[in-house]
């Protein structure tokens, strides 16, 4: 079954489905795996999100770029209190997700080791009003930890999950990623 169709059903049988604990006690009432709990409320919370973020003006929107997408043996980024500083060298995806995003507008990204340093980043951006959306990219536990973060600060998010995870060398579909960044963007080419 598909996640749409798990979510149908879910939601047809009307289960609480608004925190990573409800959505996996919902999965264990239907006898589905649980292991999509995470995937499954990320895939809810960007679809919630949707139109949210679209509202959200694009220098005010921040993508979250996990530093597992470097190729570590080549990469010549440096690194900062904000995370890496990419140098657009070719040998990773990183650079063309930056260069896509530049021209359609956005100026925030982070490159980042993980949670803890997203933590600090929305801990000294979004009471300066500086991050008013953001889009994640990660393996399906860190983005629905991050789904739940940003809810309770009211920070709109579009998670796309890596395609092949680990902590090194991953990928992600950035024909996706380009599409999620394009929402709400009307664009003239």
């Keep these: 079954m598909t ?17 990573r604990n409800a959505v996996k006690a919902a999965l264990s009432l239907i006898s589905e795996n649980e292991e999509l709990t995470d995937q499954i409320y990320v895939e809810l919370k960007n679809k919630a ?9 694009v220098e005010k929107r921040a993508i979250f770029i996990p530093q597992c997408l ?4 080549a990469c010549e980024a440096e690194f900062t209190e904000y995370g890496w500083i990419c140098k657009k060298c070719g040998k990773c995806q990183i650079g063309e997700i930056i260069e896509y995003a530049e021209s359609l507008g956005y100026r925030q990204f982070y490159i980042v080791p ?12 979004v009471p300066k009003g500086e991050i008013k959306g953001a889009v994640g990219i990660a393996c399906w536990p860190e983005l ?8 309770s600060l009211k920070i709109p998010i579009q998670g796309i999950p890596l395609l092949r995870a ?3 060398n991953t990928i992600v579909d950035v024909e996706r990623v380009k599409e999620v960044l394009r929402l709400g963007i009307r664009i003239d080419f």
Excluded: H, M, Q, W
């Excluded at 470097?70 to 043996?73: A, M, S």
């Design 70 to 73: 470097r190729n570590i043996k």
């Design 114 to 125: 993980g949670g803890s340093l997203v933590k600090k980043i929305l801990k000294d951006k």
């Design 166 to 168: 680990g902590c090194i």
């Design 3 to 19: 996640l749409d169709n798990i979510i149908a059903k879910l939601l047809a049988l009307g289960a609480d489905l608004s925190t």
């Design 49 to 57: 999100y949707k139109d949210d973020f679209k509202r959200v003006p």
């Design 144 to 151: 629905a930890e991050a789904a739940e973060k940003l809810s």
